[in-house]
């Protein structure tokens, strides 16, 4: 099996002319909402109108003038680390734990946006801050110990999800494609629905850090059969796999996050505050993984949001598949952008991933403004709307 973190990650285009092949790996037949672009729309004026906003985004708030960005998301994270241990050490209480939480979820955003390259502009930062470089070989216990690789995870995330956006067989995180098991039983719907949220307290470990793998080992292996987090092979200690996704993401995260500070604290304290802290730290995780389970995958998840057939054929296509086939919650304060991780401007990040945050929230306005304009469906509710519309979706009400 390949290790991930020697190999060099390769990003699809996000557009070609040429047909698209047929989707590579099987996928659920019924897909939601399938749509084609319209046949009269201009792509080109479309894309020229989104390409201005760009523009006028970084005329507005430019890149290399936002370390600030950084500097107000890492302070209110480290504010949230350290009540969070502070309150865990003393005994188990939902202080530490919603404090630790937070903490645990701003840390993975943090690597989002600078993994996406939208720092790589900015001056006068540490040559870490940046997506070449963040997080890879031994650094990554101190920039971004998480359930996957950086490497893996750009593969996955930035390459697949983001150029192949709700394309069935295209896109790993594609909903409906993922939980074809829960929408075909036979359960009742608020059984199905019980299960899909028990699933998400563990969907980084058991889910989201192996899929990213399981994709890049199969973009380095095209000549045998594709894996798939359904294979055997990923779950069979007798296998290669199996101890691969062990070595590369449950053993890092666990050791880091859970056994190294319990033995300090222990060493340190004693046996009680170690005990306190490690329920604590169990329930942070647990909480974490509801909490991001809901913020992500609702993000592309309804049955007003679109699915394709293929890769799009021009850049104003390519947009206007980004627009159409996500949502964005509830934007434009600190406190909700903060608590949602700018991904409440998911319609702007498919457009421009490489955008700042504070990039984000000027555009936002605008884009809505201009999707009225063109008649393009825009998407935005708040998070509990945009929960229970992706809660029908697994649980196969539609």
Request: glycine share 8%.
């Amino acid at each position: 099996m390949a290790n991930p973190s020697n190999s060099v990650t390769q990003i699809p285009p996000p557009f070609t002319n040429n047909t698209a092949s047929p989707p590579q790996q099987p996928y659920d037949t019924h897909v939601l909402n399938l749509q084609a672009l319209p046949a009269d729309f201009d792509t080109e004026a479309f894309a020229q109108a989104i390409e201005a906003l760009e523009a006028e985004a970084e005329a507005a708030h430019p890149a290399e003038k936002a370390g600030i960005d950084l500097v107000i998301f890492g302070t209110l994270s480290f504010i949230c680390s350290a009540v969070g241990w502070t309150l865990a050490i003393g005994g188990v209480n939902l202080g530490a734990i919603a404090a630790l939480a937070l903490a645990n979820f701003s840390r993975w955003i943090f690597a989002h946006h600078v993994c996406h390259g939208a720092y790589d502009r900015t001056k006068n930062l540490p040559s870490f801050i940046h997506s070449r470089q963040f997080g890879r070989g031994g650094w990554r216990w101190l920039h971004w110990l998480d359930w996957m690789p950086p490497e893996a995870w750009a593969y996955e995330h930035n390459g697949l999800h983001h150029y192949q956006l709700n394309q069935p067989g295209g896109d790993p995180d594609l909903v409906e494609g993922k939980t074809t098991w829960l929408r075909s039983t036979n359960y009742p719907k608020p059984i199905k629905v019980i299960l899909a949220i028990l699933g998400g307290c563990f969907w980084k470990p058991m889910y989201y850090g192996p899929n990213t793998l399981i994709e890049l080992w199969n973009s380095q292996r095209p000549d045998q059969p594709a894996l798939s987090i359904e294979s055997d092979e990923i779950w069979r200690p007798w296998n290669k796999p199996f101890w691969s996704v062990l070595r590369q993401s449950w053993l890092p995260y666990t050791i880091g996050h859970f056994v190294v500070p319990t033995l300090v604290v222990y060493g340190i304290w004693g046996s009680a505050a170690s005990l306190g802290l490690i329920i604590n730290l169990i329930a942070a995780e647990l909480l974490t993984n509801i909490y991001s389970f809901f913020v992500i995958v609702s993000n592309h998840s309804g049955v007003d949001l679109y699915r394709f057939e293929g890769k799009p054929r021009s850049k104003g296509e390519f947009y206007w598949r980004q627009i159409t086939g996500s949502c964005n919650y509830h934007t434009g304060t600190w406190a909700l952008d903060f608590t949602q991780g700018w991904l409440n401007y998911q319609i702007e990040h498919h457009v421009w991933p490489r955008m700042t945050l504070r990039q984000y929230r000027w555009v936002q306005p605008h884009v809505k403004a201009l999707c009225q304009e063109w008649d393009v469906p825009y998407v935005q509710a708040s998070l509990w709307t945009r929960s229970v519309a992706m809660l029908k979706v697994v649980s196969g009400q539609y």
